[in-house]
């Protein structure tokens, strides 16, 4: 069982835990070059995903024992606050605004552009692994949701905007989390 | 609102050294745009050179005075006025990401500096 933890401090770390509960760390993963801003596992593999203040989402694994930065994902113009996969892993949803990137290991590109939409700082995407719907927190006090509009064609996705709370809070919506087990339900939380 | 911040290097209130001014002008462009709907503030402020390394601090204190004085709602965007500074963009992400600047308000060195720039001349 593994547990990751990031930090202002650039740094991403791995952690263990044991029979008898005990948590170890194993690695330390300084690849980033400015604060880490959100790590989230692989849906079904142990693989990291890290977003950052540098711009970019980095992707680590297992090598012989050893964690390792084993992709970084650019094109990103601002700090990457936050990061998901869909439920196969095969997809990324980075926010800023909103670009998915796709491949298999190592190979990630990317497929899709959600600009447009945001008129401020995307602060989290979450991707619901019942309905494919993705959902993102915003600055603007807005909570969006998209779903995919053509989804036989899965290496040019497009997505088009299903729902839109202009006022969801009264503050920067800062996480949104789907319900694992109900579809529909999104969950929200705010400066306010 | 503007007028009482300090540059730390300098004495004389930055309104004095005319670093305010085009703040001054585009703050009051900003409070007039503002409705209700929007609840933005955009402020420009020009460093008094553009090397000067207390670039991050006046812009941080900047955006301290209008997040206290304004009601929370308020988005406040500081930046840097285009072409004035060497490392505007750096500066302008720094200010504009809230996360460090609530880590840097935790310094009370830090905090100490911003209160006495924002403290009015005597």
Same mark, same amino acid.
């Given at each position: ?13 791995v952690?263990?835990?044991? $029979? #008898?509960? =005990?948590?170890? &760390?194993?690695?330390? /993963?300084?690849? *980033?070059?400015?604060? !880490?801003?959100? @790590?989230?596992?692989?849906?079904n ?9 540098d ?7 297992? $090598? #012989?024992? =050893?964690?390792? &930065?084993?992709?970084? /994902?650019e094109? *990103?113009?601002?700090? !990457?606050?936050? @990061?998901?996969?869909d ?10 605004p909103?670009?998915a ?14 600009s ?5 700082t ?12 993705l ?7 807005a ?33 949104v989390?789907?319900?694992p ?12 | 609102?503007?007028r ?9 209130t930055?309104?004095?050294l ?29 460093p ?5 390394s ?13 997040i ?7 988005k ?11 490392s ?6 720094q ?11 935790e310094?009370?060195?830090l ?12």
């Amino acid at each position: 069982n593994l547990l990751a933890t990031c930090s202002r401090d650039k740094s991403v770390w791995v952690w263990e835990v044991d $029979e #008898e509960e =005990e948590y170890e &760390c194993v690695s330390v /993963l300084n690849s *980033h070059t400015q604060d !880490v801003k959100h @790590v989230v596992w692989h849906p079904n593999q142990e693989l990291l995903a890290s977003a950052s203040y540098d711009d970019t989402v980095k992707l680590y694994h297992e $090598e #012989e024992d =050893e964690w390792v &930065c084993c992709a970084t /994902l650019e094109g *990103h113009e601002s700090t !990457v606050w936050s @990061v998901a996969f869909d439920r196969s892993g095969e997809v990324i949803l980075s926010c800023l605004p909103g670009v998915a990137c796709s491949g298999a290991d190592p190979t990630w590109k990317c497929i899709c552009n959600l600009s447009g939409f945001h008129t401020r700082t995307i602060y989290d995407v979450a991707w619901c692994h019942l309905t494919g719907a993705l959902g993102t927190a915003c600055g603007d006090d807005a909570i969006r949701v998209f779903e995919e509009s053509s989804p036989t064609a899965s290496q040019q996705p497009t997505f088009s905007l299903a729902a839109h709370v202009p006022r969801a809070h009264s503050q920067d919506v800062n996480c949104v989390a789907w319900n694992p087990r109900e579809p529909g339900l999104l969950a929200s939380c705010s400066d306010d | 609102l503007i007028r009482s911040i300090n540059d730390p290097e300098h004495p004389l209130t930055l309104e004095e050294l005319n670093v305010v001014e085009q703040v001054r002008v585009k703050a009051m462009f900003a409070f007039r745009q503002v409705n209700d709907a929007e609840s933005t503030v955009a402020v420009e402020f020009t460093p008094t050179i553009p090397h000067c390394s207390m670039a991050t601090l006046i812009g941080l204190s900047i955006k301290v005075k209008l997040i206290r004085s304004l009601p929370e709602r308020f988005k406040v965007d500081v930046h840097i006025t285009p072409g004035t500074h060497a490392s505007e963009h750096a500066v302008n992400k720094q200010l504009a990401d809230k996360e460090r600047v609530a880590a840097a308000l935790e310094n009370s060195h830090l905090l100490e500096v911003v209160n006495q720039c924002l403290s009015a001349r005597s």
